[in-house]
Each structure stands twice: as C-alpha cells, then as structure tokens.
C-alpha cells in the first residue's frame, strides 16, 4: 500500500525457555512480562503510549527457543521507534517494587492455563514424550519456581542472555536513510558479547504409552507426538511438513477422511509440524467420543502402517505440496511473518533466501517420502496419550 507503508522492527533474542539453568524456569516469559514495566529512561506504560502516539502498535512472545518484541510502524516513524524499542529491551529497569505485582499477573497466567483442561492435555503430551528436555517444561514455569526468583537473579539472566552474539534485529519494510543511520547509532551497535554458548543439546523424547484423566475435559483424547529434524535441517523439515499435511491437514488428508468421513469416530483431527532449534515435534490430536478411543487408536495405527503398503497417489502429493507451499507464499504478503522469518533465520546462524524452504518442498517425491519419513511416523516411534474425562489424574 503505497499511501500508508508500513515497517515492521522485530528484536530476536536467544533467550527462550531452553536457554534457562536450573531454577530458572520460567524466567524467559517473567522477564517478558517485566521489559514493558519500563526501563532506566521509559517510566512503566511510557513505550507503550508513545508508540501508539506514533501511529503504531507492538506485542512481544517468548518461546522454547527465542524472545522477539516487534513494533510495527509508519515508515517515516521507525527511527524513534527503533530507539523507543532498544531502550525498553535492552535497559528494563527490573524494579523491586513492580516485580511483586507483575509475578501476580504471571502467576494468574499460569493458573488460568492450568484451569484449561485442553491446555493441560497438551502439556502432558510433551511432558511425557520429553521428559528430560527444555521442551517438555511448560514455558510459563511453575508458581513455586515464580515464588522464588527474585528482580537480581533476573537481572543476571537478562545480563548473560540479551548480548550481542544472541541478539538480531530484522526490519521488513521501507528502511530509509535516516533508520539506517538510527541503527548504526544505536544501542545494538555497542552491545557487549557474551562467552556464554547457547545450548543445542539435541531433543531428547522417550516413546511409550500413557493415560490421564482430566477434570472438565468435554470430550477424550486421542494424541501421538514424534520426534523430527531440527530446524536447521530444512530439506527434512519440508518433508514432515509435507507429510503432516498429507496425513492430517482438510478433509481429504488421510487421517481426516478416515476417522471422520468413512468411519465417523472422530470430531476433530489435528496433525501439525512444530518446527524447533533442538529438534522439531509432530503431533497428532484425536478429539472422539470416550467409547471410540479404541477404535480410533486402531484406525490412526492403520493408516500409519498403510503409509508403507498404499503408495502416496500423484493427487495426494500434488494436494499438499500446495497447501504446505501457499501457507509460506501467503506469509511472504506479511510485513511481519517477513520480518519473523528473517530475523529466525539469522539468529540461528541460516541466513537464507526467503524462497528457499519452496524450492527444499519441491525436490520431496513419493519416494523420498516413504525412504526418509514414512519409518519415523510409526506408532511405536511414538509417545501416546490417552486423556479420558474425569474427576482426578492418573
């Protein structure tokens, strides 16, 4: 839109719920939380209205691997902007007297997830198929470990982790002149590198068969969870993608008209691609009644074993290479999946063509599929659960 262009700052930190020691979980979302109470120059709320007075808006996300605060901008406003951002990110004040308050607030997160009886599903899955691993804690923490931390031990998880060597910036957008200066003259030009190395020690997941009962869960659940190659794995990355679609994304996935369309024992079907640095995941979700779950857990072995004796169809293929590739096309129109991605890639040291995953899903047959996928989405490569509603956990 040439009349109202927009720009898109995306600060990326390593700085994730994998990135923190023991006794630090929970830490990456907290600070989250506290970089918008203010910085050493921005009093709390001051980014925020000063940024909307701009003209903008700005949010922020942690993840198992990253944290990323974004502003999105008029063009001839990212320079102050820019400034606003990097003073709040990378000088937060950490008040004594906000900490308390805000670790409410948080702790009040944590106990609206613990109450959502999906959510606790989830995290079970996860827990179980990755027990010894960052991934299988839940990003918020725990109330106890929140209890306990305190604004110094946060100031030095802020001082180790938001360094030069784990931080980027990507811009998407109009850059003109004076935001390149700006950058240039910036707080990022400064900062200091730290010797600390991210760990990347590769996901570790534990297969097997479990059951839970959940309180308030409106209708069973069926889940499998695999391991998959880790996102600097591209090519395999593409594959899972792929397959995941092919088995479990629109009614004419595999799983989908199986379980849902023929046999009519599943409410939902849901298979996604978690892409991660340590190891991505696939899951799949299985809404039914409680009486079907035999039954369902049948079927989805069925189509799992078939994916070796009923080849792929050209159709098949051609159905998802589609939908895989138009959801990376579609997120190309976005200033700030653009930004995203860009930024994603370069943090973790792949900086590449913004075409590129495209051109690694073109190259996957039917069978390179079967020779390199097909073996690693088997039901005893997985983690199961079984989630019955209930009144108590087992």
């Not at 609206?112 to 989830?122: G, K, L, N, S």
Request: some cysteine; hydrophobic content about 40%; proline content about 5%.
């Amino acid at each position: 839109m040439p009349d109202a262009p927009l720009t898109c700052l995306d600060l990326w930190c390593q700085a994730g719920s994998s990135s923190e020691q023991p006794r630090e979980e929970g830490m990456a979302h907290f600070l989250e939380h506290m970089v918008f109470k203010g910085s050493q120059e921005l009093p709390a709320g001051a980014f925020d209205r000063q940024i909307e007075a701009l003209g903008g808006s700005s949010n922020a996300a942690t993840g198992f691997d990253d944290v990323h605060f974004h502003v999105m901008i008029p063009s001839e406003q990212a320079p102050r902007a820019l400034q606003l951002l990097l003073e709040l990110v990378l000088h937060p004040a950490l008040a004594t007297e906000d900490f308390g308050t805000e670790r409410e607030v948080v702790l009040e997160e944590i106990a609206q997830y613990a109450d959502q009886p999906d959510e606790r599903v989830i995290q079970a899955l996860l827990s179980q198929g990755c027990p010894d691993h960052p991934y299988g804690r839940p990003i918020l923490g725990a109330a106890e470990q929140l209890l306990a931390m305190t604004p110094d031990a946060m100031r030095r998880f802020h001082r180790r982790r938001y360094r030069g060597n784990h931080c980027c910036l990507a811009i998407a957008g109009p850059i003109e002149a004076t935001l390149r200066r700006s950058i240039a003259e910036s707080a990022l030009a400064d900062l200091p590198s730290t010797s600390e190395i991210q760990s990347q020690a590769a996901l570790s997941h534990r297969n097997g068969r479990h059951e839970i009962s959940v309180p308030r869960l409106e209708s069973a659940r069926f889940l499998m969870l695999w391991p998959m190659a880790a996102a600097d794995q591209l090519s395999l990355v593409m594959g899972a993608d792929l397959l995941t679609s092919l088995l479990g994304e629109g009614r004419r996935s595999r799983m989908v008209e199986r379980l849902r369309e023929q046999l009519k024992i599943a409410e939902t079907v849901d298979m996604d691609l978690t892409v991660l640095e340590q190891g991505s995941l696939v899951t799949l979700e299985v809404c039914c009644a409680e009486q079907q779950l035999h039954a369902v857990e049948s079927a989805v072995h069925e189509q799992l074993h078939r994916l070796d004796t009923d080849p792929v169809e050209a159709w098949e293929l051609e159905r998802a290479l589609n939908l895989v590739g138009n959801g990376l096309r579609f997120a190309l129109e976005s200033t700030g999946q653009v930004a995203a991605m860009a930024a994603s890639q370069t943090l973790w040291g792949r900086q590449q063509s913004l075409l590129e995953p495209l051109q690694q899903l073109e190259r996957w047959t039917t069978d390179e599929l079967r020779a390199e996928l097909f073996p690693r989405l088997q039901p005893e490569e997985a983690c199961t659960l079984i989630a019955r509603p209930g009144t108590s956990q087992g």
